[in-house]
């Protein structure tokens, strides 16, 4: 266990009558795939927005890499950190290429040829290459996340958070984004991602933590929270819990309702 | 923000290598050159049609005479003169020296250096920054049809205008309505600002609709003070709410292109921060953007521009609000690029506008704005068509 990236503290995010988050503590390491796991409304996105620096919190404390969030200048996070959005309504028709290129806008100045290189790897690992002259508004969801998430790893930030990467992405790319965000964490960095897909949660992950209600349900490793009441009371259906065929981790399967 | 000027400008390897082609004229790559030669054009024909016409030969003529005179009494005379008669021992300057060096009437003279120029330039500079400004507030709000209207700048001025000629003041002589209208444009931009800003933060939309809701209040008050002005009140309210070019004077020049000038920089300067927010304004912010201070120079910068441009012409609309989709749809969206190129075609296109307006229903003239409109709306129109078939609409 390396030093925590994150510091968390009786979180809590209010909004007029909603509390958003309430009173959460966690701490995020680094070199690790994190995923935060829940269902709609369970303040997931409120809590990675928190992380980001979007969202002040109401009270608690975030500290990130032992400095108090909002003392971070805008600047000096973009070099720490990168954000995926859910997902990206872009104003002006930008070519691929030149979304990915926003990325590099924090960091110090490099030579045009180390820039297109950079963009060019980012483009590669995320098999968007050949869309790059093409324009952003133009491409389908699923491709302008991976676009996206060019952008992301240009960016080329110790810690990256990710709003359900791979909500638009058919299976494969799917894997391929987790695969990029678990060799990103095994090169010593910081990756917290918010998942849908169970199973792709429970593989990928090295710690999860289950949401709900603002709340943290459970936090631990795959096997930790793979508890089938738990999860069942977290997401309102049946499910049956058992070990993967050929990976070391739950494999979770639900229904509806549970036949006898 | 100044060292990044590089960011999407970092693929740069990549299209050199095509560019190292011979390029046609045609080419996209070098639409700039066609904006600056359109505005060489519209800059000679401004100044040399009209009742009173005057060569190119001679425009230059007057102009290097004139520009000679206001050189000789300085301290420069004599060095400039050593340099003067060296270079016209070189053939070549010489003989261009003696192509200009055509002949020409005082009234020529006159027309073209008190009336003209002035004026020329004045158009000159009020649409680059007009058309800067519309440039920035699309990319700020990121709304296409933002322009600066939207944050109450030209109704602020118009106000401001139209209560001096209402009230008959008159404290600054001639400066009193140019200074009534900047000081409106300044106010109503604050006020905006002011009601939409909310704990250190300012919600877009709410920015954009407090500029509405002010923008009818003043509207109403401008009703008013019409209901009560007098008829020769309400003749100069009615010419200086259509705007108009004419009666520019140097002085006024002065004034609007240093404004300009500065503003269209501050602007420029801000291009990588505007290329961001087209993400969104949270995605800027993870990029490193300090949004909340780049809004407020930018607004500072464009409620400068404006207003100091509605100031001495009138409200002028269009410019701001088609020249930048023109370049997007010619160009991309890159403010590196849109920018500049915007002062450049916006400057020719109020250029041409104002040559409409003076010389097609001679000797009456048109008021700019009605042109613009004019011009404007059939081209906007035709502008919509194109980015619908191009790119299925506003991307």
């Known amino acids: 266990m390396t030093e925590a990236v994150y510091e968390i503290r009786n979180l809590s995010v209010i909004r007029g009558e909603n509390t958003l988050i309430d009173d959460i503590s966690l701490e995020v390491a680094s070199g690790e795939v994190t995923v935060i796991l829940g269902p709609n409304g369970a303040g997931k996105s409120t809590l990675v927005g928190v992380m980001a620096g979007d969202i002040p919190p109401d009270r608690g404390t975030v500290r990130f890499r032992n400095r108090e969030m909002r003392e971070w200048s805008a600047r000096d996070l973009a070099r720490q950190r990168a954000v995926l959005p859910q997902s990206t309504f872009l104003q002006f028709a930008f070519r691929a290429e ?23 790897a980012a483009m590669t690992h995320t098999e968007t290459a050949h869309l790059r002259e093409r324009l952003f508004p133009q491409l389908s969801g699923g491709e302008q996340s991976r676009v996206s998430f060019a952008r992301v790893l240009t960016q080329s930030t110790p810690v990256i958070l990710l709003d359900e990467p791979t909500a638009s992405l058919d299976l494969r790319h799917q894997h391929d984004v987790m695969t990029v965000a678990r060799g990103i964490a095994r090169d ?54 058992m070990q993967h065929p050929y990976l070391n981790c739950p494999l979770v399967l639900s229904t509806s309702e549970i036949p006898l | 923000m100044t060292s990044r000027e590089h960011s999407t400008s970092s693929t740069a390897p990549a299209r050199e290598e095509v560019s190292s082609r011979r390029v046609s004229f045609f080419a996209p790559e070098m639409i700039q050159w066609w904006f600056v030669l359109a505005l060489v054009i519209a800059l000679f024909l401004n100044i040399g049609m009209g009742a009173v016409e005057a060569s190119p030969r001679q425009i230059v003529s007057i102009i290097s005479v004139h520009i000679w005179g206001l050189l000789d009494d300085s301290l420069l005379a004599s060095p400039l003169e050593a340099i003067g008669s060296w270079l016209m021992n070189i053939g070549v ?52 049809l933002a322009d600066p209207g939207l944050i109450g700048v030209s109704t602020g001025a118009s106000l401001g205008a139209i209560l001096a000629i209402v009230a008959g003041l008159s404290f600054f002589g001639m400066w009193t309505l140019p200074f009534a209208a900047f000081l409106g444009a300044m106010l109503t931009t604050l006020l905006v600002y002011t009601i939409a800003r909310h704990n250190g933060r300012t919600e877009v939309v709410t920015l954009i609709l407090a500029g509405v809701a002010i923008t009818a209040i ?103 609000l088609v020249v930048p989709h023109l370049i997007r749809l010619l160009r991309g969206p890159d403010h590196h690029r849109l920018l500049p190129l915007a002062t450049i075609a916006g400057a020719t296109l109020l250029l041409f506008a104002d040559l409409i307006s003076r010389t097609i229903a001679q000797p009456r003239e048109i008021p700019i704005g009605v042109t613009m409109s004019l011009v404007g709306g059939p081209f906007f129109l035709w502008l919509l068509l194109r980015m619908r078939d191009r790119q299925g609409g506003w991307g």
Do not use: K
């Open chain 2, 93 to 144: 300057v010489a003989n261009i020296v003696h192509w200009i060096d055509v002949p020409y009437t005082r009234q020529i003279d006159s027309v073209v250096w008190n009336i003209r120029l002035p004026r020329t330039l004045l158009a000159t500079v009020v649409g680059a920054g007009l058309a800067v400004s519309g440039a920035s507030m699309q990319g700020l709000f990121r709304n296409p």
């Open chain 1, 98 to 120: 030149e979304v990915v290129a926003m990325g590099r806008s924090a960091l110090p100045p490099a030579s045009p040829q180390q820039e297109h290189e950079a963009i060019t």
């Open chain 1, 188 to 241: 010593g960095g910081t990756v917290v991602a918010i998942v849908h897909d169970i199973n792709l949660a429970f593989t990928y992950a090295d710690r999860l933590v289950l949401m709900d209600e603002g709340r943290i349900a459970a936090v631990g490793t795959p096997w930790e929270v793979a508890d089938q009441s738990v999860l069942q009371q977290t997401f309102g259906c049946p499910m049956v819990v």
């Open chain 2, 218 to 320: 003043l509207g109403a008050a401008i009703g008013m003070l019409m209901t009560i002005a007098t008829d020769a009140q309400l003749r100069s309210i009615t010419f200086w709410t259509l705007g108009s070019l004419g009666g520019a004077r140097w002085s006024q020049v002065g004034i609007v292109t240093l404004v300009t000038f500065v503003g269209s920089i501050v602007c420029i300067r801000r291009a990588n921060a505007l290329n961001l927010l087209a993400l969104g304004e949270r995605e800027a912010r993870h990029l490193g953007i300090e949004i909340e201070q780049v809004r407020v120079i930018l607004i500072v910068a464009v409620a400068m521009m404006v207003g100091s441009g509605v100031a001495f012409t009138g409200t002028i609309g269009f410019v701001g």
